[in-house]
């Protein structure tokens, strides 16, 4: 029997239609399904739109590798398409003397993974680069930089598109059943078929895994959410440069980063979600927000930062345990023929965007 479609990409964020675009480019037919009614509504619109330079992942995991390579690939994308971006440069800060060992190790970290254009400044230049600064010392990434998300979506939904794509907006995939030569999706009341399924669904990933009546239940690992909360800045921007503090591990900490507008933005915290649902209520407080900024800028006006919004990461790893790698499973992992799972695709993901996609393509064709 001949299938609906060569290939079902579940989930519109900016991975999943860098995989739809990627895999049209490869030739094969296309089906876009999306839950929601607009595309990109979750992890791939509720983040700092930075550009990552791939400091801070372990040498030889896909997180580094996917950052390294994607950085490149997306700004080369930006360029070409004339998607808006700024490659604004950061500094990574040292608010206490012992803080300095911690710099040094984070150089050789990206070292590791081939970031090589890092440069350890004193205190006194971190100033001049940023007089409102306070830190003992700092790492400067020149590579680092912001991107205008939702237009990059936007451009990878058109070039998928272009190609033959064909985006299905609230459309929930229910359950997948093998078939000899594919699978059968039932989406609603509706019942397609495929050769290929590719799972990017952000934080659903784990219930389209499951929906799948062949897939091995020991392969879907835990599920957790953690919140970050935003708060903005009315008024003139205190930076130029992207400014974070040295990473605890967990996450990046808060940090400031602005849109391409000039707005300020700070954030965001991390809190784990009891409770396996995504709902945005807005739960955080400004004074501590302030309190954690003013270690880097002593002069933050507390009583000026704004709610700006929250976002949910879909993590593998629970409260306590340090940041894991991504988890990608193709055919070799799991024994079904084409087909591809993705959890955990957080940060660095829409930096990486384009460099995972074109690890799902050869997936697919392994």
Not at 55 to 61: A, D, E
Not at 100 to 108: H, N, R, V, W
Not at 219 to 233: I, T
Not at 348 to 363: K, Y
Request: include cysteine.
């Amino acid at each position: 029997m001949t299938p609906d479609f060569q290939t079902v990409v579940v989930g519109a964020g900016v991975i999943g239609l860098a995989i739809a675009r990627a895999l049209v480019r490869a030739g094969h037919e296309v089906l876009i399904l999306e839950a929601e009614d607009r595309i990109g509504q979750h992890t791939s619109s509720r983040n700092s739109g930075v550009i990552h330079a791939g400091l801070y992942y372990p040498p030889g995991s896909l997180r580094a590798r996917f950052c390294v390579q994607g950085r490149e690939m997306l700004y080369e994308y930006c360029r070409t398409r004339h998607v808006p971006f700024e490659k604004t440069g950061k500094l990574v800060v040292a608010t206490l003397p012992e803080q300095i060992a911690g710099l040094e190790s984070l150089m050789g970290n990206a070292r590791a993974c081939g970031v090589n254009d890092l440069r350890m400044v004193s205190a006194q230049d971190a100033r001049a680069m940023e007089p409102e600064l306070a830190c003992v010392g700092a790492v400067l990434s020149p590579s680092t930089g912001i991107v205008d998300a939702p237009a990059l979506m936007l451009s990878l939904q058109g070039e998928a598109e272009a190609g033959g794509a064909v985006l299905a907006l609230g459309s929930r995939l229910q359950q997948t059943e093998s078939m000899v030569d594919g699978y059968r999706l039932t989406v609603g009341g509706t019942t397609l078929t495929c050769a290929n399924l590719v799972n990017a669904a952000g934080h659903g990933s784990w219930d389209v895994a499951r929906g799948v009546a062949s897939f091995p239940a020991d392969l879907v690992p835990e599920q957790h959410l953690a919140k970050g909360h935003w708060f903005s800045l009315a008024g003139k921007s205190p930076f130029q440069r992207l400014i974070y503090p040295l990473s605890d591990g967990a996450s990046l900490g808060v940090h400031f980063t602005r849109d391409l507008g000039g707005g300020s933005r700070f954030g965001p915290d991390l809190q784990f979600l009891e409770q396996q649902q995504v709902a945005y209520s807005f739960e955080a407080e400004s004074g501590a927000f302030g309190a954690s900024i003013s270690r880097w800028w002593p002069a933050v006006p507390a009583e000026r930062l704004q709610a700006d919004g929250c976002g949910i990461r879909p993590r593998i790893t629970r409260r306590g345990s340090a940041l894991s790698d991504y988890l990608i499973l193709g055919p070799q992992a799991h024994g079904l023929r084409g087909m591809v799972h993705l959890f955990g695709m957080e940060s660095p993901g829409l930096t990486s965007c384009l460099a995972i996609a074109d690890h799902v393509v050869e997936e697919l064709k392994g």
